[in-house]
């Protein structure tokens, strides 16, 4: 019988198997940070096992993937904008915010996003959202490796997307040269 983190491994490689037009290489020779809230741990270590997967899976090494780790969601796009400029090619922002009884929630799912979009349009890096905002922990859970997939592994195909699109546009390839 497989366990768990076998279940869970062949998900995750389903998943990227639909994504079969991203080489196995893909990621080798990028630098990832990514930035993981320890608030709702359980679902954010999901997400993360999701991205370490995903990344290996496509060639990074694991000295080429720095995690760490912020108190809550909220601290995710400061603690992005701060790394920027430390040579990583990506940085992916994990977090869970689940709705509770008071308007907190919508509040810091709108500071969040935000906070992310202006690190993003502001630094040059690709700057990759992993957030998950749910009206329920069954929400969150079903897509931190449950029945809804890990968007762990969706942020990492986006990173890997980003960093190899951006590698084209500073090498001026000719397929996304601007024609006159």
């Not at 995710?76 to 922002?93: H, N, Q, S």
């Not at 915010?97 to 992310?116: N, R």
């Not at 690709?126 to 942020?155: D, F, S």
Request: charge should be negative; hydrophobic fraction near 40%.
């Amino acid at each position: 019988m497989a366990s768990t983190g076998d279940t869970r491994q062949t998900r995750l490689m389903s998943e990227f198997q639909e994504n079969s037009d991203l080489d196995a290489r893909a990621a080798v020779g990028f630098r990832f940070a990514v930035v993981v809230s320890r608030f709702n741990a359980d679902i954010t270590e999901s997400l993360l096992d999701g991205v370490q997967t995903t990344l290996a899976a496509h060639g990074a090494s694991s000295p080429n993937i720095v995690v760490y780790k912020v108190p809550g969601s909220f601290e995710l796009a400061m603690t992005a904008a701060r790394l920027v400029d430390k040579r990583f090619d990506a940085i992916i922002c994990l977090g869970a915010i689940i709705k509770g009884e008071t308007p907190h929630f919508d509040y810091l799912c709108s500071s969040v996003a935000h906070g992310i979009q202006k690190v993003a349009t502001g630094s040059g890096t690709p700057i990759i959202w992993g957030v998950l905002t749910c009206e329920q922990r069954e929400h969150a859970e079903a897509r931190a490796g449950g029945n809804k997939e890990n968007k762990g592994t969706e942020a990492a195909i986006a990173a890997i997307e980003m960093v190899n699109l951006f590698s084209l546009i500073s090498e001026g390839h000719p397929e996304i040269t601007p024609s006159h």
